[in-house]
C-alpha cells in the first residue's frame, strides 16, 4: 500500500516544504519497498514537479469548496482518497492544523517535526524535534496508521525521478466553517519558514530607516528578512517577519541575528537553525550564548563591510 503524502500549494503553486515532504515519503517508501502517492488540492502547477522528487502517483482533488481553507474540511477531504498506514505532511502553518484533524478522524498516531527518516517502520520510529527545539526524543507510533510533519529544511529537497501518473478526483466536502472577509498574499519575497538563510534584526538597528542594510545583506546572500517581537510590535517591520515562541518558528541553514539580545523567548523560534551568527556591540549579551559565532562590535560598521566583501567574492 502506497505512502501517502500531502502536498501544500499555495494559490495552486507547489510550496518548497511540499517537494520536501514528497523527498521524505520517497525515503520511507524506499524503505518500505513501496510507492508515494501525493495528494494536492486545486492545484495549478503540473504533477511532473512532484514525479521529479519521487511521486508515483498524484491525487489531485478538485473542489470548489475548498478554495478557502479551513483545517477540518481539508482534513475530511484527504481522508475520502488516502487509504495508506503513513501519512505525510509538510510542518506548514496550514498542514500543521490539517495533520491533527485528520489524525483525530483516523485514530491515528501522529507525530510533529520529525526530522530524519524513521527509524523503524513496525513499530514507527522516528527522530523529532522537542521542547521547542532545544531537544530531540525518538517518538514510537502505538496506532497502526501514523501521520507524521517534517520539519522545513530538515530533511531536505532531494531529486529522486520516477514516471508519474495522475489521477482527479472531484469531491464537494462541505466548508461551512470559513468565511474570508479579505485576502492579502504577500508576492515578491522569499517565504521566511522556507527560506535557507535568514538576516534577522533587533532593536539595536535603532529605527525602521536602518533596514535597508538589512534588506541588502539578505538579497545578498539569497535569503529573507526577520525581525524581534519588540520590532514588530512598535511598527519598524510587519508581523510576518517576526520570529520567535510567539511569532514563527524557523530553521533555516544560516542565521544572522543583528542587534538583538536573545531572550528565551526569541531562542525557542530560531534555535532550530543549522548554523546561528550573532552580531551585536553588548559583549554580555544572552544571544551569545547560543550562537555557533559571535561577533562583537558596531552593526553599522559591519554589516555594510561584510556586504561589500560577500559582493566581491560573488563577483
Not at 34 to 46: C, F, Q, R
Not at 95 to 106: D, E, F, G, K, Q
Not at 191 to 205: H, N, P, Q, T, Y
Request: aromatic share 6%; hydrophobic share 40%; with cysteine.
Amino acid at each position: 500500500m502506497a505512502i501517502f503524502v500531502y502536498a501544500e500549494n499555495i494559490n495552486g503553486i507547489y510550496k518548497k516544504a511540499a517537494f520536501e515532504a514528497v523527498s521524505y515519503a520517497k525515503a520511507i517508501a524506499d524503505q518500505a519497498g513501496d510507492t508515494v502517492t501525493a495528494i494536492t488540492i486545486n492545484p495549478t502547477d503540473s504533477s511532473d514537479l512532484l514525479y521529479q522528487y519521487g511521486a508515483s502517483n498524484v491525487i489531485h482533488i478538485k473542489d470548489e469548496g475548498l478554495k478557502n481553507f479551513s483545517a477540518k474540511s481539508y482534513a475530511q477531504a484527504l481522508n475520502e482518497v488516502a487509504t495508506g498506514n503513513i501519512i505525510v505532511f509538510p510542518h506548514t502553518t496550514d498542514a500543521s492544523s490539517i495533520a491533527p484533524m485528520l489524525a483525530i478522524i483516523r485514530n491515528n498516531s501522529l507525530i510533529t517535526n520529525v526530522l530524519e527518516a524513521p527509524e523503524s517502520l513496525s513499530p514507527f520510529t522516528v527522530k523529532r524535534r522537542a521542547f521547542s527545539g532545544k531537544g530531540f526524543m525518538h517518538a514510537k507510533a502505538d496506532a497502526a496508521g501514523v501521520i507524521v510533519t517534517v520539519s522545513q529544511n530538515a530533511f531536505g529537497v532531494k531529486l529522486n525521478g520516477v514516471a508519474g501518473s495522475e489521477e482527479i478526483k472531484n469531491l464537494s466536502v462541505v466548508n461551512d466553517d470559513t468565511k474570508v472577509l479579505s485576502h492579502e498574499q504577500s508576492s515578491g519575497k522569499l517565504d521566511l519558514k522556507e527560506a535557507e538563510i535568514v538576516v534577522s534584526a533587533g532593536r539595536g538597528l535603532k529605527g525602521p530607516e536602518n533596514w535597508g542594510m538589512i534588506e541588502e545583506l539578505a538579497s545578498v546572500l539569497g535569503g529573507a528578512t526577520a525581525c524581534s517581537k519588540p520590532v514588530s510590535d512598535i511598527g519598524w517591520r510587519p508581523h510576518t517577519e517576526h520570529v520567535g515562541q510567539t511569532g514563527k518558528a524557523i530553521s533555516p541553514n544560516l542565521y544572522i541575528a543583528v542587534g538583538i539580545s536573545g531572550a528565551i523567548q526569541h531562542l525557542a523560534g530560531v534555535n532550530s537553525s543549522k548554523t546561528i551568527v550573532v552580531i551585536n556591540s553588548d559583549p554580555e549579551a544572552p544571544f551569545f550564548k547560543a550562537a555557533d559565532y559571535g561577533v562583537v562590535g558596531d552593526a553599522f560598521q559591519i554589516i555594510p563591510a561584510l556586504t561589500e566583501k560577500i559582493k566581491a567574492l560573488k563577483g
